[in-house]
């Protein structure tokens, strides 16, 4: 009988779902700016609202979204028993070596980065997605006529609301729809909230940094023809671009709107 360990249950094994749920996590974090960057259209919300319902409703969509749902669990998770492992094999420091001269910052501290990140998600899911599952969000309409291709909008009254429509009436499209714009407006104009969104996109800067790399290290892509285009994606793209992106947005609701 062999006394080997299951690849899951081992060390590498731990590493590698850590890093093929974490690249996941990144191709989502690209589809999901792609589409919160409408927040910045002066449309009240119209392109923004639109693409909440096509995200919730849509079933590829929704399958899509449970595996993220999970990856993001299997990845906290994992690295938690990473995290603890890690500390039981070390338990005392070397006397003569001092590891934090030869690791960056955030690789010493991906536990506490990826906690604060956890935090946010969470905090992020029960100001948007549970109030707009829960039907907690506001109500609006949209009418747009096709003939010049002006829209306007109002407010809509609960008991007139029933899920999303599209109807169009004397050349004028009506659409009805749950206004997570509004909600998103609202969130952001408390400056705590803001400042921890910040706070947050900063964590997830660093936690990208090392993270990006280091899941394509474990997956054994090391290639010098490849490495370069590893590192400034990670750090340029998902370690810049990305939280900036998303950082601008609460700042822009509240400094700008």
């Not at 964590?203 to 474990?218: D, E, P, R």
Request: with cysteine; hydrophobic share 50%; proline share 3%.
């Amino acid at each position: 009988m062999s006394n080997s360990k299951p690849v899951l249950s081992s060390s590498l094994g731990r590493k590698l779902i850590m890093s093929l749920t974490g690249i996941f996590l990144c191709t989502f974090l690209v589809v999901h700016l792609i589409g919160n960057l409408q927040l910045f259209k002066n449309d009240e919300g119209y392109a923004f609202n639109n693409y909440a319902y096509f995200m919730t409703h849509f079933t590829p969509i929704k399958v899509v979204s449970y595996l993220l749902y999970a990856s993001i669990i299997i990845h906290a998770i994992y690295a938690l028993v990473l995290t603890l492992k890690n500390r039981a094999a070390r338990p005392i420091g070397y006397a003569q070596f001092d590891g934090k001269a030869n690791s960056k910052w955030s690789s010493r501290n991906m536990g506490i980065l990826g906690t604060v990140i956890l935090v946010f998600l969470a905090t992020h899911m029960q100001n948007f997605w549970w109030k707009y599952h829960n039907d907690q969000v506001p109500y609006i309409e949209y009418r747009t006529d096709l003939a010049t291709g002006k829209t306007t909008s109002q407010e809509l009254d609960a008991a007139d609301f029933r899920d999303y429509q599209v109807t169009v009436e004397d050349n004028v499209e009506i659409v009805k729809a749950r206004d997570l714009y509004k909600q998103v407006d609202f969130a952001f104009q408390n400056l705590g909230l803001v400042i921890f969104y910040v706070i947050a996109m900063i964590a997830l800067s660093f936690h990208l940094i090392h993270g990006f790399k280091s899941a394509f290290q474990t997956l054994g892509v090391s290639h010098k023809k490849y490495v370069p285009l590893i590192e400034f994606l990670g750090v340029w793209v998902f370690g810049v671009i990305i939280p900036v992106a998303f950082a601008l947005m609460p700042l822009y609701f509240y400094f700008v709107k």
